[in-house]
């Protein structure tokens, strides 16, 4: 008899615990719908939108309408503007055009066409802020980009978030 009082004891609280169970995985899954099913809402320009739906580029800090465009000093020598883009820590250790050891920490770049060893100012478009690079490999070679910087100098000049930005290139002369 005691047997079995302890066996229905047990399966009371087994039946307990199951139906506990049940009701809070009930509530928590009303809890994430509802949730799904209002959105945080932010102004975006003229209008508003979720936080979901906001363009990556408009993260970063916009400098103001007025950013003169840069001027270079008499030993650097304007070559054009266009879009950059950053490489990664995906090449680390990879050789580059140049035979040196890629390192994204480093301020590096590759270009099509400037020699190799030749320093180049890029100046992000936006921000007005600029770097000086190196030319150690060759490249982009894929859509309409004119240079690929390293992360380095795409953190130091504000294009980590984006991926890509409106830069303006000058050769520095020695």
């Known amino acids: 008899m005691r047997v079995f009082l ?101 301020l590096t770049a590759a270009h099509r066409t400037l020699p190799l060893g030749s320093r180049v100012r890029v100046t992000n478009a936006r921000n007005g802020k600029s770097v000086i690079v190196r030319i150690n490999d060759r490249g982009p070679f894929h859509g309409n980009r004119v240079i690929d910087i390293s992360t380095a100098a795409a953190r130091t000049i504000g294009l980590i978030r984006s991926g890509t930005g409106r830069v303006n290139l000058a050769l520095l002369v020695s």
């Open 6 to 106: 302890t066996l229905r004891t047990q399966r009371q609280m087994l039946i307990l615990g199951i139906v506990a169970l049940a009701v809070i995985s009930i509530i928590l899954a009303a809890a994430l719908f509802h949730d799904r099913e209002t959105p945080e809402i932010v102004k975006l320009g003229k209008g508003l939108a979720s936080v979901d739906a906001q363009p990556v580029r408009d993260l970063e800090p916009r400098a103001p309408a007025n950013v003169p465009e840069p001027v270079p000093s008499p030993s650097e020598s304007g070559i054009g503007n266009g879009r950059a883009s950053f490489y990664g820590n995906e090449l680390a250790g990879n050789r580059t055009a140049s035979g040196e050891i890629f390192d994204p920490k480093r």
